[in-house]
């Protein structure tokens, strides 16, 4: 196996892996790395693939300890082998002195998706980038493992094949700026990071959602969300869907399903050929005859609307995002879709919840990222809104039930006609918060399906505010399991 297949691209990233101090042939960071490395090349955080998966390592706490490699590579000419081992161990020593941190040791207790460590590692190198005045040799590879095993049993072969000053340049860069590092890294800020865990994140993220992300961890005033989620996620997150059954007791199928076993695969399913058979096992999109009938929830989506106008500031910002995520997240483990939508002057596109390996309900993982780092327009026109959101639920009539919630103010005046436009194809549901004084005096409130209201001191007091989120997020599931409590009923009475 050679490295004739390979690019120049990928002997100079994967040859560099000669220098990394983690044991690149024992890690199991390897595919990880590469996703991380060229994540942070499309952010401009252009370094060598063996920096990457070293600090990666380091920050995820995979060894509490790091050396340099067991063999030193072949140097360069004009370099001293002296100066290139001393300049590994010290190199060793700052990773081992970033696995000593506090961001470290939360990182170790948590499952986050590579596009947070990618943007972790932004932060981190970032501040060091930024004075690198090499060359940037460093270009983005595909993520492919036969490639990444052809190098690994060639690394001394792939070393040599290019000129590796640049990859011994910016590890003594990295050491002469060992501050600037250790500071990013201690400027992570924990509580998001919790935040990232509790909420769960699976399959890939997208580079959108990265910026957001890289926004969030710059952003003071996405950390009052934050602190706040993190009062109320807690007991969100204790509800969990149960699966139940309705088993039949006689002879034969009870009918066709989308999951089973293979020995009861619908026949049809045969017919196709080897690829799309695969494809569609893969997809779960196989039939299957079933005794069981699994007990599903209706097709219903809950779409929650977050007033972003100027309106909607300091405490009520902070309140309305929190509780936006608590909903989404809640309405997701009992099963159901969930989007978060911003509006001011106008409807912005849906937050939506990402699919995860196991499908939609309840295992994906919510844009928060987005929620915590929106920044509306100027002004506000509910009218406009409205009439965007009422011809959106009109086409959606036939194909789901949805419910809406929309958290505002007490200021929030929308045409009552749209209301009633809006109520004809969904239920609408409203949150709204209440000035220092004044009263809620909207004409439209008869024509919601309910109502809450937040008053000032409960958004000023801590205690209070979480109380009132946590009371709001239980009076939709309640309503939610009533809903389902009677579709039971009325299907044991057919």
């Given at each position: 196996?050679?490295?004739?297949?390979?690019?120049?691209?990928?002997?100079?990233?994967?040859?560099?892996?000669?220098?990394?101090?983690?044991?690149?042939?024992?890690?199991?960071?390897?595919?990880?790395?590469?996703?991380?490395?060229?994540?942070?090349?499309?952010?401009?955080?252009?370094?060598?693939?063996?920096?990457?998966?070293?600090?990666?390592?380091?920050?995820?706490?995979?060894?509490?300890?790091?050396?340099?490699?067991?063999?030193?590579?072949?140097?360069?000419?004009?370099?001293?082998?002296?100066?290139?081992?001393?300049?590994?161990?010290?190199?060793?020593?700052?990773?081992?002195?970033?696995?000593?941190?506090?961001?470290?040791?939360?990182?170790?207790?948590?499952?986050?998706?590579?596009?947070?460590?990618?943007?972790?590692?932004?932060?981190?190198?970032?501040?060091?980038?930024?004075?690198?005045?090499?060359?940037?040799?460093?270009?983005?590879?595909?993520?492919?493992?036969?490639?990444?095993?052809?190098?690994?049993?060639?690394?001394?072969?792939?070393?040599?094949?290019?000129?590796?000053?640049?990859?011994?340049?910016?590890?003594?860069?990295?050491?002469?700026?060992?501050?600037?590092?250790?500071?990013?890294?201690?400027?992570?800020?924990?509580?998001?990071?919790?935040?990232?865990?509790?909420?769960?994140?699976?399959?890939?993220?997208?580079?959108?959602?990265?910026?957001?992300?890289?926004?969030?961890?710059?952003?003071?005033?996405?950390?009052?969300?934050?602190?706040?989620?993190?009062d109320i996620l807690p007991s969100v997150l204790e509800t969990r869907r149960?699966?139940?059954?309705?088993?039949?007791?006689?002879?034969?199928?009870?009918?066709?399903?989308?999951?089973?076993?293979?020995?009861?695969?619908?026949?049809?399913?045969?017919?196709?050929?080897?690829?799309?058979?695969?494809?569609?096992?893969?997809?779960?999109?196989?039939?299957?005859?079933?005794?069981?009938?699994?007990?599903?929830?209706?097709?219903?989506?809950?779409?929650?609307?977050?007033?972003?106008?100027?309106?909607?500031?300091?405490?009520?910002?902070?309140?309305?995002?929190?509780?936006?995520?608590?909903?989404?997240?809640?309405?997701?483990?009992?099963?159901?879709?969930?989007?978060?939508?911003?509006?001011?002057?106008?409807?912005?596109?849906?937050?939506?919840?990402?699919?995860?390996?196991?499908?939609?309900?309840?295992?994906?993982?919510?844009?928060?990222?987005?929620?915590?780092?929106?920044?509306?327009?100027?002004?506000?026109?509910?009218?406009?809104?409205?009439?965007?959101?009422?011809?959106?639920?009109?086409?959606?009539?036939?194909?789901?039930?949805?419910?809406?919630?929309?958290?505002?103010?007490?200021?929030?005046?929308?045409?009552?006609?749209?209301?009633?436009?809006?109520?004809?194809?969904?239920?609408?549901?409203?949150?709204?918060?209440?000035?220092?004084?004044?009263?809620?005096?909207?004409?439209?409130?008869?024509?919601?399906?309910?109502?809450?209201?937040?008053?000032?001191?409960?958004?000023?007091?801590?205690?209070?505010?979480?109380?009132?989120?946590?009371?709001?997020?239980?009076?939709?599931?309640?309503?939610?399991?009533?809903?389902?409590?009677?579709?039971?009923?009325?299907?044991?009475?057919?």
């Open positions: 196996m050679s490295l004739a297949n390979m690019t120049q691209a990928e002997i100079r990233a994967l040859g560099g892996l000669a220098l990394s101090c983690a044991g690149a042939e024992e890690s199991a960071l390897g595919m990880r790395a590469l996703a991380w490395y060229n994540s942070l090349l499309s952010l401009g955080i252009n370094v060598p693939l063996h920096v990457v998966l070293d600090l990666g390592a380091a920050l995820l706490g995979e060894r509490p300890e790091f050396a340099p490699p067991r063999e030193l590579p072949r140097i360069p000419e004009g370099i001293n082998p002296a100066d290139v081992a001393a300049l590994l161990r010290d190199y060793a020593a700052l990773l081992t002195e970033v696995a000593s941190t506090d961001i470290a040791a939360k990182l170790k207790k948590s499952r986050l998706d590579d596009g947070v460590l990618s943007t972790l590692l932004t932060r981190a190198l970032g501040p060091v980038v930024d004075r690198w005045r090499g060359n940037n040799l460093f270009e983005p590879i595909p993520v492919n493992a036969e490639s990444v095993t052809r190098a690994m049993l060639n690394l001394p072969q792939a070393w040599a094949a290019v000129d590796r000053r640049p990859e011994l340049a910016f590890v003594r860069h990295i050491l002469q700026h060992r501050l600037h590092l250790l500071l990013g890294i201690e400027q992570i800020d924990l509580d998001t990071v919790e935040l990232l865990g509790l909420m769960g994140q699976e399959g890939g993220m997208p580079e959108t959602e990265l910026v957001d992300l890289l926004a969030v961890f710059n952003s003071p005033e996405a950390n009052d969300v934050v602190n706040f989620s993190l149960g699966g139940g059954q309705q088993v039949f007791a006689v002879d034969g199928y009870s009918g066709v399903v989308s999951a089973g076993s293979l020995d009861s695969l619908f026949l049809s399913e045969l017919a196709y050929d080897d690829e799309l058979f695969e494809q569609r096992f893969l997809d779960n999109q196989m039939l299957y005859y079933a005794h069981e009938a699994q007990d599903r929830p209706p097709p219903r989506s809950y779409q929650i609307l977050v007033d972003a106008s100027a309106s909607m500031r300091g405490a009520r910002a902070v309140f309305a995002r929190g509780l936006a995520i608590a909903l989404a997240k809640r309405m997701t483990l009992l099963g159901f879709e969930a989007t978060v939508r911003f509006f001011d002057s106008r409807l912005y596109e849906p937050m939506r919840l990402r699919r995860g390996r196991s499908g939609l309900h309840g295992t994906g993982s919510l844009h928060v990222a987005g929620i915590l780092a929106f920044k509306g327009e100027r002004g506000r026109n509910y009218a406009r809104v409205f009439a965007q959101l009422a011809s959106e639920m009109e086409r959606l009539r036939e194909r789901s039930s949805v419910t809406v919630y929309m958290i505002t103010h007490a200021e929030c005046h929308v045409p009552i006609e749209l209301i009633r436009r809006v109520r004809e194809s969904a239920e609408l549901c409203g949150v709204f918060m209440l000035p220092s004084r004044g009263a809620l005096d909207l004409e439209y409130l008869p024509a919601l399906t309910l109502h809450e209201v937040v008053t000032d001191a409960a958004l000023r007091d801590r205690s209070e505010r979480a109380t009132r989120a946590l009371s709001i997020v239980e009076q939709a599931s309640s309503k939610t399991r009533e809903a389902e409590k009677h579709r039971a009923e009325n299907a044991a009475n057919i």
